[in-house]
């Protein structure tokens, strides 16, 4: 982590060790060679002077959580063609930029890369991590603000997104728990079987996934199931004013997951969405009630 460094002490700390991911949250403005990052008052990188740097440092992912990064500079009221910083960063070999088009708020933008980061850390092409937290954004605010749309990804045609590899294959892992992190206090759940007689299957450290293959914490078979179907897990996440924290459903399969809503059954495909205790889902033709100890149940 650097607190506004220098140009050259940035320089030093990116060619020290091999860094997969350039994190930027800062000041700068838009120019036709990528704008200009503000790293202090007295200290400024240009989009030009930046991407030479990362890409001779081998960064693959770009990220900038400023309102500027993916917007053009202005000529005589027109938009400068591939001038953005992403563009321009593109343009020099970085394989991917995530850039915000407009202003967006701390704590969306916050909701915003805690999902992504996680996503990541699971191993999730940049694509698909882009594609979930937007989704996060989505169903945190639904359509009354603009959030989920802010966020622009770039990604050069030849590069395949995958940021993670297994470790077998020798690339560094991004850490499942970092030293400073607080570990959440995570209330017991598990699912029911709707139409079977059993206790359910509990979800044990706050996570639980689904699906046809037995490498899933809950293996179900049968039409409609997909190998790898869904996962239900607990997070706390950013919200205007504080702190949010509840399990979340996301869908991966191919043909979605039922949730029954006021007496009818909605299609989650593809989705990530909050869940409450007293949940019915179907997974296939698998119906199970989703139950958090110590909750009063939906409905």
């Not at 030293?179 to 699912?191: D, G, K, R, T």
């Not at 706050?206 to 490498?215: A, E």
């Amino acid at each position: 982590l650097l607190i506004q460094p220098t140009p050259s002490e940035l320089t030093a700390y990116l060619e020290s060790k091999h860094y997969n991911v350039l994190f930027y949250s800062g000041h700068g403005m838009p120019g036709p060679d990528g704008g200009m990052l503000y790293l202090r008052p007295e200290a400024t990188l240009n989009g030009t002077e930046l991407a030479q740097l990362l890409t001779r440092c081998r960064i693959k992912l770009a990220v900038f959580n400023a309102c500027w990064g993916a917007q053009p500079d202005m000529r005589d009221g027109y938009p400068i063609p591939r001038s953005s910083l992403a563009e321009v960063l593109i343009h020099h070999g970085v394989p991917a930029v995530l850039a915000m088009r407009d202003t967006i708020a701390d704590h969306e933008a916050l909701s915003f890369i805690q999902v992504f980061a996680r996503s990541l850390s699971e191993r999730l092409p940049i694509d698909e991590a882009v594609a979930v937290s937007r989704q996060h954004l989505l169903t945190l605010y639904r359509f009354n603000q603009p959030a989920w749309t802010l966020p622009v990804l770039y990604m050069h045609p030849e590069f395949d997104g995958e940021l993670l590899r297994s470790p077998l294959e020798g690339t560094t892992e991004m850490p499942e728990s970092p030293s400073n992190w607080v570990e959440p206090n995570i209330p017991s759940a598990s699912l029911r079987p709707l139409e079977t007689a059993g206790s359910g299957w509990p979800i044990h450290g706050g996570r639980m996934r689904i699906g046809g293959l037995d490498t899933n914490d809950l293996v179900l078979r049968g039409a409609g199931v997909s190998r790898q179907h869904a996962e239900i897990f607990y997070r706390d996440c950013a919200i205007e004013g504080g702190m949010k924290s509840g399990y979340f459903l996301r869908d991966f399969s191919r043909y979605g997951t039922l949730m029954l809503m006021d007496n009818r059954w909605y299609r989650i495909h593809r989705q990530e969405i909050p869940l409450q205790s007293g949940t019915r889902l179907c997974f296939g033709t698998h119906r199970v009630e989703f139950l958090v100890d110590g909750t009063d149940r939906v409905g």
